[in-house]
Structure formats: structure tokens, C-alpha cells
């Protein structure tokens, strides 16, 4: 069962803008990551925050992480034409060892 | 490229008939995931293997077995197969149990369409 939730479904933006997209769960959590699939594609590992991290850079991506309100959201700043994938958010299930995944966010960026 | 490969990329088959996934993990990675993503249930955990042993079982079918091998490697075993189990299959490895979620890895997958 899916224990990650993305939102929104599908997100169109241009290039240059400023893409968020969020993720809320159910359970506790050790860590959440995030994943890009590009089309029909295998997901890529993004980034990895702890449970006891509040907010993670690498590049261009920024993740926050609230676990009072079981969300997180990944930020991508100035975003290309090449960032045009669905992003997944995941978690484990207490000490379960395999990642569950939402049904992602489509984001699509346009030149 | 993750250092993860599957064979085959696509595979038709009919009805009824039983197919093999191949995985090949990173070289150094212990630990092997399944994954099966579809439209309808999206990306859905199968079955964990470490060092050769099953150590997680997650949505994964009784029609559906798994192994890992002295190498490493692990083949995802689909028999009677349904219309229903046309997706997308994933292997991904992580380097040690998985405990706490490590990073996976993940192949590009397996196209299984089932006529």
C-alpha cells in the first residue's frame, strides 16, 4: 500500500520558474527520499532526509521535512526543460526495509 | 546509468505462461529489491533478498517467487500470468540490509506485457 501521497497529481510550469511539490504520509518515519523517473524510465535517487533533518539542499533541489505534520516537499529552483519527469516520495515503514512509494507528481516543464 | 541491469528490457507473452526477470545489482551491493509499477496500483514493493536470503515480502503474489544467487544476481519468477500483471518490473540494490531505508538503486526495468 502506498504510504506516501504526492501532491499535486501533475504540475505544469516554464522554464526558469520554481516547481514544489509535496508529499504527506501516515506512519513514523527514519528517513524520506525522494526519486525522479523520467519517462517509462528507472527512478533516479534525488535525496535523502532524516527524520532528524528539517531541510536538505543539493543543486538546485531543496527538501523540507515537518514530521509533526507528516509532510515534505521538494523545491526545484529554476527549473529546465530536462527536469520534465514524475518525482516519487519514500518511506519506509518503521524498521520495514523496502521503500513505499506515492503515485508521484507529474511535472512538466515547457521552454 | 544506476550499475543496476535487467534482462530483458520488454517481454510479450500469453496468458498462462511463466517468464523470468534478471537483475544484476551494483557491483558490492548485498541487498536486491522487486518492485512492480502499473497504472492502476503504481510503484508497489515485491520482495526483498540479502546475501541470498529473503528478508522482506511486500505485495508480491504466490504465482510470483524470487531468488538471489551466490553472485548476486536475483530472478523474479512469474508463473500463470494474468492480463493484470502487464507493468513495469524494477530491481534496485542497496549495499547493505536496507535498514533505515538506505539509497536504491535502481535498474531501468522490465516491460512485461501480458496478451
Known amino acids: 500500500s502506498q504510504q506516501g501521497e504526492e501532491d499535486p497529481q501533475a504540475l505544469s510550469i516554464q522554464e526558469g520558474e520554481n516547481a514544489t511539490m509535496n508529499c504527506s504520509y501516515k506512519?513514523?518515519?527514519?528517513?524520506l527520499q525522494w526519486y525522479r523517473q523520467n519517462s517509462g524510465r528507472g527512478l533516479v535517487h534525488l535525496i535523502l532526509i532524516r527524520s532528524n533533518e528539517r531541510e536538505k539542499h543539493s543543486g538546485r533541489l531543496r527538501v523540507t521535512l515537518d514530521t509533526s505534520k507528516k509532510s515534505s516537499s521538494l523545491l526545484i529552483t529554476a527549473s529546465r526543460a530536462a527536469d520534465t519527469a514524475s518525482y516519487f516520495c519514500?518511506?519506509?515503514?518503521?524498521?520495514?526495509?523496502?521503500?513505499?512509494f506515492g503515485k508521484g507528481t507529474s511535472l512538466l516543464v515547457t521552454p | 546509468d544506476s550499475g543496476v541491469t535487467q534482462t530483458p528490457k520488454h517481454l510479450i507473452t500469453a496468458t498462462g505462461q511463466r517468464v523470468t526477470l534478471r537483475c544484476s545489482p551494483r557491483?558490492?551491493?548485498?541487498?536486491v529489491y522487486w518492485y512492480q509499477q502499473s497504472l492502476d496500483q503504481g510503484l508497489q514493493f515485491l520482495i526483498q533478498?540479502?546475501?541470498?536470503?529473503?528478508?522482506a515480502k511486500g505485495n508480491i503474489l504466490e504465482r510470483f517467487s524470487a531468488q538471489q544467487f551466490p553472485d548476486l544476481h536475483s530472478e523474479l519468477n512469474l508463473s500463470s500470468l494474468e492480463l493484470g500483471d502487464s507493468a513495469l518490473y524494477f530491481c534496485?540494490?542497496?549495499?547493505?540490509?536496507?535498514?533505515?531505508?538506505?539509497?536504491?538503486?535502481f535498474g531501468p526495468g522490465t516491460r512485461l506485457l501480458v496478451l
Open positions: 557491483s558490492g551491493d548485498l541487498s
Open positions: 533478498y540479502y546475501n541470498g536470503e529473503e528478508r
Open positions: 534496485a540494490s542497496s549495499h547493505r540490509t536496507g535498514g533505515y531505508q538506505e539509497t536504491q538503486y
Open positions: 519514500a518511506t519506509g515503514v518503521n524498521s520495514g526495509y523496502a521503500l513505499n
Open positions: 506512519t513514523s518515519i527514519n528517513n
